[in-house]
């Protein structure tokens, strides 16, 4: 709970400051020089602490393994994702990935083994803020969150009901679902190493290359992969 609140401060100073913002910027990006220095410390802790720990897991817990924890924490995500498909009115989508949850929980022993998948049911992708956005609500500024990396205003907030929701977060015991938080949190970003090194050799400005990609599948993302085109500046005055 002090976590939400904390986050929820940290929005709506977010969304003064994106409307105190003097224009000329990026539209997209009006907290763009708190972004940079936000992302320049995740990534120092990324490079200092967890990218070496994430490392550190790959190389020690062997592969089936780690799938098998990917997917026991996979699981649980599908059970909210299941309520976010209700809320979007995709009906059919809920009922496939709360019958995956059934699957996965019972012939796939807790979600260790993604049996749902093998079966032909594919895994989907939902949360708040992409609810939120299927409801109208605009993405709001582009934010850099502490440690939790790229957002908006309006993924932010979806997020603190996220958190709420997270069946890791209901369980009784600090000590047991903060070993349950670290332990995700490592498996996530082991899974992304590859990814990760890739966007270092590849982007000139990686705090451009990280936004703009974010934004695109975060667009793509609450339309389905089928977003709107988005409306293009004429590139010349027009003649008089």
Not at 177 to 183: D, E, G, K, M, P
């Amino acid at each position: 709970m002090a976590r939400a609140k904390r986050l929820c401060a940290a929005l709506l100073l977010a969304g003064t400051l994106a409307g105190c913002a003097t224009s000329g910027g990026n539209p997209e990006d009006p907290l763009e020089p708190f972004n940079r220095a936000m992302f320049r410390f995740n990534d120092a802790v990324d490079g200092a602490v967890i990218k070496p720990v994430a490392k550190g897991y790959r190389s020690v817990v062997p592969g089936i393994l780690r799938t098998g924890i990917s997917n026991f924490f996979s699981n649980l995500e599908d059970v909210w994702i299941s309520v976010n498909d209700v809320l979007q009115g995709k009906f059919q989508r809920g009922f496939e990935d709360f019958t995956r949850v059934l699957f996965n929980s019972t012939f796939g022993i807790a979600g260790v083994f993604d049996f749902a998948s093998d079966l032909g049911l594919q895994k989907h992708n939902e949360d708040f803020g992409q609810t939120l956005g299927w409801w109208g609500v605009g993405s709001g500024a582009y934010l850099v969150l502490p440690i939790l990396g790229p957002s908006t205003v309006r993924d932010g907030f979806g997020l603190v009901l996220d958190t709420q929701a997270d069946l890791v977060f209901q369980i009784d015991g600090v000590p047991v679902h903060n070993s349950l938080y670290a332990t995700r949190a490592i498996s996530n970003r082991a899974n992304l190493l590859d990814a990760s090194s890739v966007i270092e050799q590849a982007a000139l400005d990686k705090y451009t290359f990280v936004r703009q990609a974010w934004l695109q599948r975060r667009r793509n993302l609450v339309y389905d992969g089928d977003p709107p085109r988005e409306r293009e500046e004429p590139d010349d005055e027009p003649t008089k």
